[in-house]
C-alpha cells in the first residue's frame, strides 16, 4: 500500500514536471515581472498582443506550446504577457508598438533591449534561434 502512493506521488510529480517543461510560466503586471527578474538576474521575456488578432494566437497555440526551447525561456528568462486593448489603454508605454503580436527581450538592469523586437507572427524554428542567440550570451 506504501509502495502504490510513493508510485503515484512520483507519478504525479512528474506530470506536474513535464507539464511546467511545455508551458510558459507567464506574469500578466510588468512591474511585478520586473522585481521578480532584477532579484533573480534574468532578462524579460516581453509579448505584447491584441484581442482578436489571428497571429497572436497562432503564437499561443503553436509556438508558445510543447517546442523545445519552453524549458530554457522558463529557466532563462521571465516572461511577461500584456494585452493591447485600445489607443486608450495601452499596457505598456516603453513598449509601443501597433504591430501585433510584438516580442521584446529586454535587460533586468535597465530595460534596454537585448535585440531589436520581432513583429508578427514568429515560427517555432526562428523563436529557437532567438533563444540559441540569447541563451548562449556570455
Known amino acids: 500500500m506504501i509502495l502504490n502512493k510513493a508510485i503515484l506521488i512520483l507519478l504525479l510529480f512528474g506530470i506536474i514536471n513535464?507539464?511546467?517543461?511545455?508551458?510558459i510560466r507567464w506574469h500578466g503586471d510588468y512591474e511585478k515581472a520586473l522585481i521578480m527578474?532584477?532579484?533573480?538576474?534574468?532578462?524579460?521575456?516581453l509579448i505584447l498582443?491584441?484581442?482578436?488578432?489571428?497571429?497572436?494566437?497562432?503564437?499561443?497555440?503553436?509556438?508558445?506550446r510543447n517546442q523545445q526551447y519552453i524549458k530554457q525561456l522558463n529557466e532563462n528568462f521571465v516572461a511577461v504577457i500584456a494585452t493591447y486593448e485600445d489607443e486608450n489603454s495601452y499596457p505598456i508605454e516603453l513598449f509601443y508598438t501597433l504591430d501585433f503580436p510584438a516580442l521584446f527581450f529586454v535587460?533586468?538592469?535597465d530595460e534596454s533591449f537585448?535585440?531589436?523586437?520581432?513583429?508578427?507572427?514568429?515560427?517555432?524554428?526562428?523563436?529557437?534561434?532567438?533563444?540559441?542567440?540569447l541563451t548562449n550570451r556570455d
Open 49 to 64: 498582443r491584441k484581442k482578436n488578432c489571428e497571429d497572436c494566437q497562432k503564437m499561443f497555440e503553436i509556438t508558445f
Open 107 to 109: 535587460s533586468q538592469k
Open 18 to 23: 513535464n507539464l511546467s517543461a511545455s508551458a
Open 37 to 45: 527578474a532584477k532579484k533573480q538576474n534574468k532578462p524579460m521575456m
Open 114 to 133: 537585448l535585440i531589436d523586437p520581432v513583429f508578427g507572427y514568429i515560427p517555432p524554428d526562428k523563436l529557437t534561434n532567438i533563444v540559441k542567440l
